[in-house]
């Protein structure tokens, strides 16, 4: 099991960043798929946001495509997830995600291990 510890978040206005961090711990090894994942104020579900494959290969939703950046520093076990030019749908609890199965893509159902949950706020 891994446990995976998130700091990061906050408040800030429309257009401006933010950062994520998520740091994994317990048992740990290369053929991890890491993810973030968001849900939003009223969704009854998690939308993924974006991940981070065993070979380094990163897919991002949509909706964050161009605007937000997922990275991992293996050396840390830490998964970032940089936000820039956020708008006001983007207001949502982030979590961060992890999985050891054969397949890495943004689906809820796939990651096993979970971080707590940290609150974005962009106001206009």
């Known amino acids: 099991q891994v446990q995976l510890a998130q700091s990061g978040g906050g408040s800030v206005q429309a257009g401006g960043s933010l950062r994520l961090s998520c740091v994994a711990s317990g048992y740990i090894d290369s053929a991890f798929c890491m993810g973030w994942f968001r849900q939003g104020p009223g969704a009854e579900e998690r939308e993924g946001v974006a991940?981070?494959?065993?070979?380094?290969?990163?897919h991002y939703s949509d909706s964050v495509k161009g605007r937000f950046t997922i990275s991992k520093d293996k050396a840390k076990n830490t998964l970032y997830l940089q936000m820039n030019s956020l708008q006001l749908e983007d207001t949502a609890i982030y979590y961060c995600?992890?999985?050891?199965?054969?397949?890495?893509?943004?689906?809820?159902?796939?990651?096993?291990?979970w971080g707590q949950g940290t609150q974005v706020t962009v106001a206009s």
């Open positions: 991940s981070f494959g065993y070979d380094g290969a990163t």
């Open positions: 995600a992890a999985h050891n199965k054969a397949v890495c893509q943004l689906r809820q159902d796939l990651f096993n291990d």
